[in-house]
C-alpha cells in the first residue's frame, strides 16, 4: 500500500513527467477506497508536495485543494435541502480558506458553472475574483464532472502571476477524470 513515499518527487523532473506520477501515485493511493473525502484529502498533499518539488512559478503554488458541491457531503439534512449551485471548502493544503462558493462566483464558481477548465493568469485582473488569500495572483480550476454535472472542483493558486499553463491543464484535467471514475459521487 502506498504511503508517504508517494509524495516524494525527484529533483529537475519535468512539469510532464510530475503530472505523470501524480497520476500513477493517485491510482495506487485510492486504490480500493471509493470515498471522496479519503481520496481528495490524499490528492491534495500529493499537488502540494509535486509543486514544491518544480522550478517556480510552480514552486510558488500556494494553495491546493477541492471545493465539493454540497449535496455530495455527508448530512443529516435532507438532500434535497441541499444546494447543487454552491461548492464547500474540501480537502486542502495551505492556507485556511473561504468555506463557500457559489456556482458562477469568482474563478471556482466560474468553471463549476460553465464546466470547463478556467486558467486566470493575474487574478487582480479577474473581475469578480474572490481573494481567499491575498498573496495568490494566478490560478487553475479544473471542474470534476460525472454525467456532465460538476460534483467538485480542482483549484491551485500561485503566487506568481502566469502560474498555470496548458501542461497544467492537461494533467489536472487528466486527474479530474481519474477522480470521477475512482470515487462515489
Not at 22 to 32: R, S
Not at 50 to 73: Q, T
Request: with cysteine; charged share 20%; net charge negative.
Amino acid at each position: 500500500m502506498p504511503h508517504a513515499d508517494s509524495s516524494y518527487f525527484p529533483a529537475g523532473s519535468s512539469k510532464e513527467d510530475i503530472y505523470k506520477q501524480v497520476i500513477q501515485q493517485t491510482k495506487g493511493l485510492i486504490e480500493g477506497q471509493r470515498h471522496w473525502i479519503s481520496n481528495t484529502a490524499n490528492v491534495a498533499s500529493l499537488l502540494w508536495h509535486a509543486y514544491a518539488s518544480l522550478p517556480a512559478p510552480s514552486s510558488s503554488v500556494n494553495w491546493a485543494g477541492f471545493y465539493i458541491r454540497e449535496d455530495k457531503f455527508p448530512s443529516s439534512i435532507p438532500e434535497s435541502s441541499l444546494s447543487k449551485t454552491k461548492l464547500l471548502l474540501g480537502p486542502f493544503q495551505g492556507k485556511p480558506a473561504c468555506q463557500w462558493i457559489n456556482f458562477g462566483k469568482g474563478v471556482c464558481g466560474t468553471a463549476a458553472e460553465k464546466r470547463e477548465t478556467v486558467i486566470v493568469p493575474d487574478v487582480l485582473n479577474w473581475e469578480g475574483h474572490i481573494a481567499c488569500d491575498a498573496d495568490s495572483r494566478s490560478e487553475i480550476v479544473v471542474p470534476i464532472l460525472v454525467n456532465g454535472e460538476t460534483v467538485a472542483i480542482i483549484d491551485i493558486d500561485c503566487t506568481e502571476p502566469s502560474g498555470f499553463d496548458e501542461v497544467d491543464k492537461k494533467g489536472l484535467e487528466e486527474l479530474a477524470t481519474v477522480l470521477m471514475e475512482s470515487c462515489d459521487w
